[in-house]
């Protein structure tokens, strides 16, 4: 056995954390209640859970690695700690005032998200910096000893020190954070050149802010993490996912938690790009629908579309803007509440709503008879007949039904004159269609047709929604894949360590500097290169190289990708038609006769990713035909209708069922709409073709 591979992935959701052990290729898996005041004992009893069906103790794995919501639900719910802000005079109330931007343009009452510090909390020094990193003013140590001794008197947990121009140069903020470390040496740093040293004050500050906040949350929770997994015998190395879908040490994420912010997404979307990569599919829809989110994302020749700016905590219809911007690598994803813990209401105009607000594990849905007194779309899905009561969760969790058919009826309606199960199809519909509009905003944002795509679903409650969503999309085919209940996890044990570094430096290609150009490539590689060798010594390292572009007079960049010998002989005219193309395959055409401007250098270090080996798809049907039945709703005809149940374990290669139809399995349910087929194919997934 210590010849073996044994690795753990772990993903710590709203609702439910799961656990995948994979030993030499071969996966075990469990589903436990995420328990919010201690995380990690949830873990450490899924851990013991599965080393269990493997035969094996915790004491054989030679690797966890972890991604969490942990960190994006302390900025929600503004559960941080106690942080100042230190920040150039004059520059004070930029988290406050944000962007001129109005994400309602005509909404006249419109109410700006909350920063995540108070003014009392945000406090300034003198000395500046100007936009190419010279100093206009000098910064005086006593200067910034009295504003540190104030803060000192306040007894604050954490530090956020972020400066004008810091990015184009840092001297001030390394002098602020040595003369804190001095003076108040317990208190925890965060520098906005080191957490986010990109231009644009608010997202930049706002950035840092957020890395302070949840610092001493997320290191108090990392220990003591690390603690338990050591009692338990568990005494292997700890890495932790970020939000752009590589692996960082638990060092790094202890010193960086705002890159953990989409860290259970991300392992979602890496997952997606491993299975397009087997069936060789170039354009994938990743739909991964958990307890408390549902999150779509684009995977264009097997890889996720990434972005350097993301929201958290949209407040406004989920609309961009509303929310707060984080400054960092991530892949891009719309996320929304439309979980299975996501609960329903009858608003003003007397209409169906449904989230962002969850249930989550306590006191969950209705159905989970822990005191839920409001609908989730685990009851309605329960009501509907989507859910066995007795199985849910591998038979782990009983649901009741009668409890989901109470508050459908309390709740929506007594309100809108319905009977249960007309306000559980009514709530269905509307979470189904908040998913569609979501995909559909995102797909047009990207320039493109969803039709030409094929949906692949994971997470607990994806596959009991996907095909209706696939339906309302025009998507011809769905994908679910094994172990589709944890597929996040799955996805942390396929995913590379990388690191990507980010700066800031402005340049136009009229002034287009080679030998600079080359300066930057190299001080970032050798940035990213070492969080990857801290990790992985002894691996095979690449470096991914990008800039981000855009025609003089624009408000924001467009990504674009760079070889190595391109970012290394840098030439202006490659960088202009590299420009160029992109902008037309975005926009439809490009901009003569404007000069183009270079603002943001990237290079991601990053070990190879796995490669995956495809496989044949399996064309010889073999139909087969359910021992059980059970009546669900279908949407068509707006009636019940008994349906085949077929257990998923059941369907070899090749065994398909007509649709509409049920397939179980432990960890979710997969429900095979009317006019479709689904197909066992050869690496387990279930292969589900609508027919129109």
Not at 332 to 361: C, N
Not at 651 to 666: F, L, N, Q, R, Y
Request: charged share 25%; net charge negative.
């Amino acid at each position: 056995m210590s010849d073996m591979s044994v690795r753990l992935g772990v993903d710590i959701g709203g609702t439910f954390t799961d656990i995948v052990l994979e030993i030499s290729g071969v996966s075990y898996s469990t589903k436990v209640l995420t328990t919010y005041l201690a995380p990690e004992d949830a873990i450490i009893d899924g851990m013991i859970q599965v080393c269990s069906k493997a035969g094996i103790t915790p004491f054989h794995i030679n690797q966890i690695i972890h991604g969490t919501t942990l960190a994006t639900n302390a900025l929600i719910e503004r559960r941080g700690a106690k942080t100042a802000l230190i920040t150039t005079e004059g520059f004070r109330d930029v988290i406050e005032m944000r962007t001129e931007s109005r994400f309602e343009q005509y909404d006249l009452n419109l109410c700006l998200p909350e920063p995540l510090l108070p003014r009392q909390m945000r406090y300034t020094v003198p000395g500046r910096i100007d936009a190419n990193g010279n100093e206009l003013m000098p910064l005086l140590r006593q200067d910034v000893e009295k504003v540190v001794e104030k803060i000192k008197a306040a007894g604050y947990e954490s530090i956020a020190i972020g400066l004008i121009h810091s990015y184009a140069n840092d001297i001030h903020e390394n002098l602020v954070r040595d003369v804190v470390s001095e003076l108040i040496p317990d208190v925890m740093i965060s520098i906005s050149s080191e957490v986010s040293p990109q231009m644009r004050e608010y997202e930049r500050f706002n950035t840092v802010v957020a890395n302070a906040y949840i610092k001493p949350l997320m290191k108090s929770y990392l220990d003591r993490l690390k603690g338990k997994l050591k009692e338990v015998g568990a005494d292997c190395n700890i890495f932790l996912m970020h939000s752009g879908g590589g692996i960082i040490s638990i060092e790094s994420a202890a010193n960086f938690p705002v890159r953990l912010v989409e860290s259970g997404p991300a392992g979602g979307a890496v997952f997606a790009a491993n299975i397009a990569e087997k069936f060789n599919l170039n354009k994938v829809l990743s739909f991964d629908m958990g307890g408390t989110t549902a999150k779509i994302c684009l995977i264009k020749d097997y890889t996720p579309k990434t972005s350097r700016v993301f929201e958290v905590a949209r407040t406004y219809r989920f609309k961009k803007g509303s929310g707060m911007p984080i400054s960092i690598p991530v892949i891009d994803m719309v996320e929304i509440g439309a979980g299975g813990g996501s609960l329903a209401y009858v608003d003003r105009m007397k209409q169906i709503r449904v989230g962002p607000e969850s249930a989550g594990s306590e006191p969950g849905p209705a159905c989970f008879n822990n005191g839920g007194d409001k609908p989730a779309v685990t009851d309605a899905d329960l009501v509907l007949g989507k859910l066995d009561p007795e199985n849910f969760a591998g038979g782990s969790i009983k649901l009741k039904k009668s409890l989901s058919e109470n508050v459908l009826q309390n709740i929506l309606g007594n309100s809108l004159d319905m009977d249960a199960v007309t306000s559980a199809f009514g709530l269905i519909e509307v979470v189904d269609e908040n998913m569609a509009n979501a995909a559909r905003v995102h797909s047009v944002e990207n320039g493109e047709d969803l039709s030409q795509f094929t949906m692949i679903a994971f997470g607990g409650a994806a596959p009991l929604h996907a095909g209706r969503l696939c339906e309302k999309l025009g998507v011809n085919r769905l994908i679910i894949p094994p172990g589709a209940g944890v597929g996040s996890a799955i996805g942390f044990l396929r995913a590379p360590f990388s690191f990507e570094a980010n700066r800031s430096v402005y340049m136009s290609l009229a002034n287009f500097d080679n030998e600079r150009i080359k300066i930057i490539f190299l001080e970032l590689q050798d940035e990213a290169l070492k969080f990857v060798i801290d990790c992985d010594p002894s691996s095979e390292i690449l470096s991914d190289f990008k800039v981000y572009m855009r025609y003089s007079g624009q408000g924001w960049e467009i990504p674009i990708v760079l070889t190595e010998a391109q970012a290394m002989e840098p030439d202006a005219d490659t960088f202009k038609s590299r420009f160029i193309e992109d902008y037309i395959k975005l926009f439809g055409r490009a901009v003569a006769g404007m000069n183009i401007e270079i603002t943001v250098w990237s290079v991601n270090a990053t070990t190879p990713h796995e490669r995956v080996k495809s496989f044949s798809e399996n064309t010889i049907l073999s139909m087969i035909s359910a021992d059980k039945h059970r009546k669900i709703f279908d949407i068509k005809t707006e009636e019940f209708k008994k349906v085949g149940v077929v257990l998923r374990n059941d369907m070899k290669v090749g065994a398909s069922v007509e649709g509409p139809a049920v397939i179980t399995e432990d960890e979710t349910t997969i429900i095979v709409p009317s006019d479709s087929i689904a197909i066992c194919q050869t690496d387990g997934s279930i292969d589900l073709r609508l027919q129109r």
